[in-house]
């Protein structure tokens, strides 16, 4: 006789996580906003020219330590519409940059490198923030506290080699499934 576990999933709140719904859909396209706008690495990791060059009219001397925007690239009014709102459809079929990933194959998203050195953990890296956004959704409401209002909410950054947040975030986290599944 088999054991019955309890159902994760309560009523009305749909599915749990799949891996096509971390491939396509409201989730991804929310993920790579946020890569968009907030990249861990501002400005990427430091390169040395090896020869001198000349790119677009600047001259890059031997040996210079070459560091690349990522994040200014990434809100060039030029590239994209709106560029300081945070608007995940832009990535939704029907959205001007639907067929953009951030995997290094589109310049003006790079938040893991482009390139023979870029990330070498991308994979693990997308996965794990995509399981990780995904699975803290499902299985808790969240609330800001003293009823602060989410569009009031500092999105301030502190410069560093990693960005982070200039206010921390706090958060009360309230559990929506059955006990015995966490
Ligand atoms: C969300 C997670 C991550 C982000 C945003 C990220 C971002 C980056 C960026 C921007 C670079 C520099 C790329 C360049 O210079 O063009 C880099 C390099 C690198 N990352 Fe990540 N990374 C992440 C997770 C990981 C993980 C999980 C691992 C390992 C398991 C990893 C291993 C590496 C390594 C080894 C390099 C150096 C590659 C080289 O110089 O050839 N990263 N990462």
Redesign the pocket.
């Known amino acids: 006789m088999g054991h019955s576990r309890a159902d994760p999933t309560p009523k009305n709140f749909g599915p749990s996580p799949t891996r096509t719904g971390l491939r396509r859909g409201p989730g991804p396209a929310f993920i790579k906003e946020t890569f968009r706008l907030h990249p861990?690495?501002p400005l990427?990791?430091p390169r040395i020219a090896n020869e001198s060059c000349e790119i677009l009219g600047y001259h890059i001397p031997k040996g210079a330590t070459l560091l690349l925007n990522v994040w200014a690239i990434a809100r060039d009014p030029k590239e994209w519409a709106d560029p300081l709102t945070f608007k995940p459809e832009r990535f939704l079929p029907g959205g001007e940059k639907a067929d953009v990933d951030v995997r290094g194959n589109n310049f003006e998203v790079i938040?893991?490198?482009?390139?023979r050195?870029?990330?070498?953990?991308?994979s693990?890296?997308?996965r794990t923030?995509q399981l990780l956004t995904a699975t803290l959704a499902h299985a808790f409401d969240w609330e800001l506290p003293d009823g602060l209002n989410p569009e009031k909410l500092s999105m301030e950054e502190a410069y560093g080699l990693t960005l982070q947040r200039k206010v921390p975030l706090c958060v009360h986290p309230k559990p929506r499934l059955s006990p015995e599944v966490y």
């Open positions: 861990s690495t990427s990791l938040p893991f490198g482009a390139g050195r870029m990330c070498a953990g991308m693990l890296g997308l923030v």
